[in-house]
């Protein structure tokens, strides 16, 4: 399982309380940090750390923090919509270690010198940000959160902003606009880190990433680097495993583990169960066949078989299912999802859609691979990263398995219906 | 200035240029919805994919995205380009629901242009089409939603652009919906750009609906005559009925929009009552014969009271072509006049405007959305001239600070300063901004000798209200900091000091931040030539009736029966007269009036006419169509019709300048007045502000000039700058007649499309004033004016200045009761007549 | 004219009033307005408009954008039913349909006696638990026929307040 960061402790039915989590070092980096080392310090460590984006797209977090602009007051959004289909992992950490998010927050906000912080929180985690709000009394009571942290003479309070939905809200450009009370469409007229909410520097961070900074500055970036298993990795990264294993759940491994070794860690195949393809980091990363069980999983090696770590959300599907319904599924739900805002997405997935539903129930037509292969490829061209993601998946099934779409042709039906 | 390639060609553009707009300089229109060069680049559509082959970007990307850059070379060409544009518009094509043969945009539609070119012809998607109900809009723009390509114009303008918020999209994904909360009239008075705006026939113009294809319609150039600003038009006739206008590109009046009075005004063309035909007393007579009555009747009341009993009286909503003939016949007959204005007061106060105006201090529309502080002093633009409205906004949404300094209750879809004052304290507010924006030392230090005089003569008296001083003072201090102030004026509601009091100020600030901007507006499309050729003397027509030495009028284009605010009085002086010709294309009162009566074309028949808007500019309209009784009228909705004839039906009228011409030749005989060339060169003799028409070329003419001269008329300061207006007697309330939007303008107040939206007559008090008075909102109330009583429905606000009452020259209102300047009114006068309804 | 409790429209407004920028609110504000009218009504679209001082239009374009907030009117509990991959692959639709024919409503329907809508999800971020749904802020995971109806007799015997969003 390898050393644990972000689930230490990981108490099986409730969150751990500040005392437990100040018993084995919490908040005591924010304790070294505050009033001690200047900002800069921090966004250096953290950049030297190699410390990615958890959220997706993988971005280093240092790099992102060092473009922060001049102007005042700076926001710090930590992002915890994790709408992408199969990832939990976020839900699981703030219910495992709530404080570790807050200090991994208060100490992000302290790097770039944020005022205020807005934890943006999907509906559905309702428990969750109602968890947070009163962690976030707890912290405060504790001089963690306020108006001198710490009798420093920096100030930083944290709210609990609730989505209402959307998959869309995730997209940082579009989160700031949710929660600026427009309409949450992306946005790349504008750079966050110089004129994001309210037009005031902004940083958007999901909540795995701002939790691996205390961790970071307590212990060194050399020893965060060295958690990883891959070459240029660093840290260790939440897996949510779901479908056709023994123990589907969330699990703390190295940055890097290969495949396999996960999916060992969750239990292997379910009884009945061999692995047919596995989607690598949520719904809007592209399947994999088991040629590539030994991929490690982290952003470089994926990257070089074409694919992405995406959230890191395995998804695991067997023999029995039917990855021509799979994708469709899920070309249903980024229909449903996309905000409109521009055509690829909006009018493009829903024909991706229909052409796959035609294939499902026998009604495909052989022209509809190639018009599948030039359209997901041309989802690359949409406004933001929510069609290429869309695409991703479709991608996957045409370059892995399209002798699984031709026996929906040729047969006429799902070859899987009945079975 | 970046240099870049596009599809083999080289052009280098200004810094910040987006590569579609480079494209378009070399001629190369890149397929386009979303990106609109008032709108600016969005990125949503993306039909406006090229390729970029070489330099900083690389790949298939969006030309309304990337600005030009050194090095570029972009292919528009490239078959992976092609490829992604042609799927762009297939996917666009999905839920269209191809009934183009029953749709207005059919021929006019970009949607249908760029699926042709984009090469998509046959349909693969063989989903359902997804469907939406479609609202009701309102009189003006037609919603087919099922049409929508969701390209964000329409809601970018509405709400971004022009600062309205009861349009824009709903739901999500491809049910996004663009419309209203709930069906109903869209509030905006610029809703109908999202006709012209939007790409395909989701938006419509609805009294136009099914009247012909583009193609079918005989179009041109035109202009808005129904305000001073001038913006510019096409216009649109079929079957001898105009049919529709459309905003025309002019880069300094109106940019690419207009507002709904100007796009709907036109229908007083298509007036079912306008007279068509001559008429001598009762008798309908032929144009030619009428003329030579006239001029017969005419010849014979100067032979016997002298040229002086004749006189002429024009408007403002004349071409110069007819201003300058009926200034011609006046001067060569000896007639009294022309007057041009429908009193001498407003006459003043536009001479004094125009008087002030020159090249170092005019602004037009366009400069004043680069200002960054704008004084609107006795003025309220939704109402007056709607687009100076957007273009405030496009003002403030650059940074701009806005103080609008006047009694009635402004709204601006903007954020701005109101300040409510009485027009007496419009002046004294003026002086205390300056005041505020310059310290003394730093005010006869810097400026030189002349404006240091005039801002030592600026008095400091308080306004009474302290807070409002303050609100002033603070106002004043952010002007301090401002580089390139306007200030807007108005000439109808202010004190005769105001307009020049408003240019001193704006030459003060010019002395003292090296920039500055002077913006009036003015009564009428063409006050700014009729002012410049009423010249200094002034003329006083309805005196001159009154005491009897005036045997004749001539009306040119004019209603004083209804413009006039002393009905009775004009009433009583127009029964001293022997003769009252009447010249026009309106059914007004004053043309039922006349004993002769001949008729004229409107802006859009017959021949070419010019105006000059409020900051000197000329501007040429073209006409459409030969005119006549529209053929859904003759054949009263059954076509073709059953009579023929070898003439138009109702295509006697003629332009008042030509009939002017025929009449001066008719009065002396001599065959030749002074036709349109040599009109021009006339004019050029008449006033130097003309001076240059003499030498305009036919397409300097046509591009249109700015009049304007290098140093203004009057002197730069106005003598007395500490002078304070008249004030109301104490406890008196002032009346103010002002305009509305719709229902005051005269020529869209005979447009039917504008009746139907224009809002019912009210009254309006200060909140606390009505209720002080026991008067409730929604009461009727019995105005007492000088003229008799006025009736009206009794209107609140809190917004406005206390000490006046405030009512709208309105068509459904007898409010003619007035006289000339400023009224005064015992609240007393005021009386509840009913319970609110 | 506002037909809110005079204590729930001054505690809202003071919630506007405290916000650095009012329209952060929003959101909240339909939630508060949400469990107070029983869905997003057209009159709860004013409220918040008038609240907020918004256009209704500018709420309506926000409430019609998100999944959680309700336009049409729908019954007590709103179970959300995920249709994530994860949880397709252990029931294919099956626990939506049987919820739905379970209830006697369809997708958006409220049950006969007021109680229930269905309504399918975005992936709730249970994938570990699949099937799962979301009812009232509560997931349930492990979805079958049995423990459905157990969850809805449950429901129908123990109604209690409903969290904020649902």
Known sequence: ?419 | MPTLRIDQREISVPQGTKVIEAAEKLGIMIPRFCYHPALGSLGACRMCAVKFMEGPVKGVEMSCMVEAADGMVVSTTDPEAMEFRRYVIEWLMLNHPHDCPICDAGGQCLLQDETVSGGHGLRRYQGLKRTFEDQYLGEFVQHEMNRCIHCWRCRRFYQEFAGYFDYGAMQIGNRMYFGRFAPGPLESPFAGNIIDLCPTGVLTDKPSRYKGRRWDLQRGPSLCLHCSLGCNLVGSARYREMIRVEARFHGAVNGYFICDRGRYGFAYANHPDRPRQARVGEEAAPLDQALKTAAQRLGQIRERYGPGAVAAWGSTRSSLETLGMLQWLCQDQGWRGPQFFPQASLARRVKAAVARLDTGMAVSLRDLENADFIVVAGADPVQEAPMLALALRQAARRGATVAVIDPRPVFLPLEYEHLPVSPGDIDLCLNLLSQAARSEEAATGKLEPDAARFYGLLTSTNLEDPLLQERLLALGRKLQDCLRPVIVCNTDMVRETTPARAADQARLLQADKGQAGLFYLLPGPNAYGAALLAGREEVDLLAAMEQGGVKALVVVENDPLGSCPDQERLLRALDNLELLVGLDYLPSATAARSQIFLPTTTVFEKEFSHFINQEGRLQQAVPLHQGGTPIIQVGQGSHPPRTFLDAIPGGEPRPGAGILADLAAALSGEPAPPTAGDLWDYLSGEHEGFSQLASLTASALGEGVHLLPAEAQEPAWSPEPGEKPPEPPAGQLELLLVDQTFGTEELGSYAAPLQKVEEEPHLLLHTDLAADLGLAPGEQVALLLPGGEVTVRLQTAQNMAPGVAIMPRHRRLHWQKTGDGPVWLPPENIKKLSEPL | MSTLPPELQTELAQQVAAADHPREQVINIMYVLQKHYGYMSDEAVEEAAALLDMTPLEVEELATFYDFIYREAVGKFVIHVCDGVVCWMFHEGSVFDYLCEKLGVCAGGVSADGMFTVLPSACLGFCDHAPAMLINGVFYGHLNPEKIDAILEKLRREYCDLVICR
């Open chain 1, 1 to 419: 399982m390898g050393e644990q960061v972000l689930l230490l402790n990981r108490q099986p039915d409730r969150p751990l309380s500040l005392e437990e989590y100040r018993q084995s070092g919490g908040y005591e980096a924010l304790m070294a940090a505050v009033g001690k080392r200047t900002p800069e310090e921090l966004r250096q460590l953290v950049l030297a750390s190699g410390l990615r984006g958890r959220g997706g797209a993988g971005f280093p977090a240092g790099k992102k923090w060092s473009f922060i602009g001049k102007g005042h007051p700076r926001y710090l959004i930590p992002n915890t919509d994790e709408m992408e289909p199969g990832t939990f992992k976020d839900r699981v950490l703030v219910n495992v270690n709530p404080h570790l998010v807050l200090e991994g927050i208060i100490l992000s906000a302290y790097a770039i010198s944020a005022a205020k912080g807005i934890f943006f929180i999907r509906p559905s985690y309702e428990m969750d940000a109602e968890l947070i709000e009163r962690e976030l009394g707890v912290a405060r009571e504790a001089g963690f959160l306020g108006e001198n942290i710490l009798g420093s003479d920096f100030s930083f309070d944290l709210v609990v902003h609730r989505s209402a939905g959307r998959y869309i809200c995730g997209e940082a450009s579009a989160q700031v606009n949710a929660i600026m009370g427009r309409r949450p469409h992306p946005n790349k007229e504008v750079h966050m880190t110089d004129a994001g909410l309210w037009g005031k520097p902004t940083i958007v961070n999901n909540v795995e990433t701002l939790a691996c900074v205390p961790a970071i500055l307590r212990k060194g970036p050399d020893w965060f680097k060295g958690l990883a298993r891959s070459k240029d990795g660093a840290g260790t990264k939440l897996f949510c495993v779901s479908g056709r294993v023994n123990r589907p759940g969330c699990y703390e491994m190295p940055m890097g583990t290969p495949f396999n070794e996960i999916l060992d860690e969750a239990g292997g195949m379910s009884p009945g169960s061999e692995l047919k393809a596995f989607l690598p980091g949520g719904a809007s990363t592209s399947f994999m066949p088991p040629k590539f069980s030994q991929v490690q999983m982290d952003f470089e090696p994926l990257k070089e078989t074409g694919n992405r770590l995406g959230t890191g959300a395995i998804m695991v599907f067997d023999q029995n299912t039917c990855l021509v319904g799979a994708t469709l599924n899920l070309l249903d739900y980024f229909t449903r999802e996309s905000c409109g805002f521009c055509t690829p997405c909006r009018e493009g997935l829903p024909f991706i859609r229909d052409l796959l539903l035609r294939l499902e129930h026998g009604e495909g037509k052989e022209e509809f691979i190639p018009m599948l292969k030039q359209m997901a490829h041309h989802m690359f061209k949409a406004y933001c990263a929510f069609a290429p993601g869309a695409a991703s998946p479709v991608l996957g099934l045409l370059h892995h398995f399209e002798a699984e779409i031709r026996e929906h042709i040729s047969q006429r039906q799902c070859p899987f219906k009945g079975k």
